[in-house]
């Protein structure tokens, strides 16, 4: 089994629980989805969408319930997340933890803006090029690069 990256820096003096979490990486007509977040402790960022997995959902759940709240997208997940990557994160309300990420492909199957309730998230589309400078977080461009090579690789050997 492959060792999953760790991302971030812990800063002294806090614990780091670890905090299941899951992404989505959606690519239409060349451009895969992102979300520019309104951070009160990082700026203005962007971010693959996705977020915490609650009690009792599975991670692909997580993924499906996330776009909606963020993106307002109805979103078809892979079986299987394609990478995994840990980040120690803190966020905005200063809750520090080990934000254990899975990443799964997904395909948009509708819009529907009732479901987005964040409103300090909104949806870009960007190159997956250009996401590798533009995602805030390490382990999100780590994930596009790791997609990135997997469709290459799949095209050198098909």
Not at 24 to 35: K, S
Not at 76 to 99: I, K, Q
Request: charge should be negative; include cysteine.
């Amino acid at each position: 089994m492959r060792a999953v990256p760790q991302f971030g820096e812990r800063e002294p003096g806090r614990d780091y629980p670890d905090r299941p979490a899951a992404f989505a990486l959606i690519l239409q007509d060349g451009m895969i989805a992102v979300v520019q977040v309104e951070s009160r402790r990082r700026g203005r960022v962007i971010d693959l969408p996705g977020g915490g997995v609650d009690p009792g959902e599975s991670a692909a759940q997580a993924v499906m319930r996330e776009c909606g709240e963020e993106a307002g997208l109805v979103v078809e997940v892979g079986a299987e997340p394609f990478a995994r990557a840990d980040l120690y994160f803190v966020n905005d309300d200063g809750w520090a933890h080990n934000s254990r990420g899975q990443f799964f492909v997904a395909s948009v199957a509708a819009e529907d803006p009732s479901l987005k309730v964040e409103d300090d998230h909104t949806l870009l589309w960007i190159s997956p090029q250009a996401a590798l400078t533009a995602l805030d977080r390490d382990a999100h461009a780590w994930a596009v690069a790791a997609w990135m090579r997997s469709l290459e690789r799949a095209r050198s050997n098909g």
